[in-house]
């Protein structure tokens, strides 16, 4: 499977202000996802990181508030935006790799904002 | 709206029995299912896949997929105290809008 790689791990922001997560993979993947969890909760798709074209959002998640970049094959960022409390998450970069498109996650970021 | 339902539990099962746990999705379109193990602060790491009906194992996991009635289950044998953990069920759909969605997921404490 892919080693993928993110940072920061955690972050402790402001509110008002912008946090932007980095994912690296250590090989070339079609489909890259960026998922929320929140405490004691599942996984929440927020977008797919498309390679050379726009994200494409899930409902209640908007481009302004999570832009997405994805510029090659391995890597891509999310920015969380004017940040408020109620974005304190755990955000995670995901890849699909392999037969049947498996999804592999990096360690997550954990975001808390005050 | 596609989704995918779990049991929340907390399920409790005593060590060496057999852990039953049961997932249901809305869409028939759903081309491949998944079952992760997230321990807590930890991130979801993948246990089985399967993709056609009938049942797929792997040590002492079994997956079990009917698309028909649109169900999902994994059995977890002989449990151990280190399979305590929440189970995410999730499904895929692979078109224009790949997407994979999770589950609520499932508590699981194996108690000694």
């Known amino acids: 499977s892919a080693v993928i790689s993110q940072k920061p791990s955690r972050d402790i922001c402001q509110r008002g202000t912008s946090l932007t997560i980095q994912c690296q993979v250590d090989?070339?993947?079609?489909?890259m996802f960026w998922y929320r969890q929140q405490p004691g909760q599942s996984l929440t798709l927020i977008a797919t990181a498309n390679q050379g074209s726009e994200a494409t959002y899930e409902s209640g998640f908007v481009i302004d508030k999570f832009p997405i970049s994805r510029p090659n094959l391995t890597f891509s960022t999310l920015t969380v935006s004017n940040m408020s409390p109620e974005d304190s998450s755990i955000y995670l970069c995901?890849?699909?790799?392999?037969?049947?498109?498996?999804?592999?996650f990096g360690s997550g970021t954990q975001l808390s904002v005050l | 709206q596609k989704e995918v339902e779990q049991n929340s539990g907390p399920l409790s099962v005593p060590e060496g029995a057999i852990a039953s746990l049961n997932c249901t999705y809305s869409?028939?379109?759903?081309?491949?299912f998944f079952w992760y193990r997230q321990y807590s602060g930890k991130s979801p790491e993948l246990i089985m896949s399967?993709?056609?009906?009938g049942d797929k194992e792997d040590g002492r996991f079994t997956a079990q997929l009917n698309k028909a009635s649109q169900y999902v289950s994994l059995l977890i044998r002989d449990s151990q105290p280190s399979d305590s953990a929440t189970y995410l069920c999730?499904?895929?759909?692979?078109?224009?809008?790949?997407?994979?969605?999770f589950g609520s997921g499932t508590r699981l404490s194996i108690r000694p």
């Open positions: 090989s070339q993947v079609t489909m």
């Open positions: 869409d028939r379109v759903s081309q491949s």
């Open positions: 999730a499904a895929a759909w692979y078109s224009s809008a790949s997407k994979i969605i």
């Open positions: 399967i993709y056609s009906n």
């Open positions: 995901s890849v699909a790799q392999g037969a049947g498109e498996k999804l592999f």
